[in-house]
């Protein structure tokens, strides 16, 4: 953890991925307990009216770090082929959110998001954002017609993020690339 100079009004881009970083790192290795403000700017090397002044609330900071995460593993796609942009988006998703610390830090999310109704809207518009990104992929291949143009795209990314929570949270069963691809394909089929 390094001091910072102050960087005034204006947001510094190293500050500002410090701050993105330090919430991750805090949020991994919290085990479920909640991550404060302060922690965070301790973290960062930074004070904590820094966060204050470019983010509204703790929750708005550890959002910001996760959609960031979640734009640079899982990057949208457009090969020309839905089969092989939904394997590649639901591959990236299942090994991004397994990775160190976006793992455990979501997981953290997710458990205080049970307990703090502000974060529990803000990991809905994560999870909305993500979903968005994926309906997305889905609509190109049945513009292309690559699926059925009565097809519930909404189901199909239900299922994909169904499927993720319910074996990221429970860790029951795999997520890998071999799960990813075989999970893809099946809405591939289905919805054909």
Wanted: aromatic share 6%.
């Amino acid at each position: 953890m390094n001091e910072r100079v102050h960087t005034g009004r204006r947001r510094n881009e190293e500050a500002r991925r410090a701050v993105l970083d330090a919430a991750l790192r805090l949020l991994a290795d919290a085990d479920g307990a909640p991550v404060g403000v302060d922690a965070i700017a301790r973290e960062a090397g930074v004070g904590k009216q820094t966060l204050y002044r470019w983010w509204p609330s703790k929750g708005a900071v550890l959002l910001d770090a996760l959609t960031g995460r979640a734009e640079q593993d899982v990057p949208a796609r457009d090969s020309g082929s839905l089969r092989e942009d939904l394997r590649a988006v639901v591959a990236a998703t299942f090994a991004g959110a397994q990775a160190e610390p976006v793992g455990p830090a979501l997981r953290t999310l997710v458990r205080e998001s049970a307990r703090d109704p502000h974060l529990a809207e803000l990991m809905r518009e994560f999870t909305g954002a993500r979903r968005s990104a994926l309906r997305e992929v889905l609509a190109r291949g049945r513009e292309r017609g690559e699926l059925a143009a009565d097809c519930d795209l909404d189901l199909m990314v239900d299922q994909v993020y169904g499927v993720f929570w319910y074996r990221f949270l429970l860790g029951h069963a795999p997520l890998g690339e071999e799960e990813a691809v075989r999970l893809a394909d099946s809405l591939v089929r289905q919805g054909g």
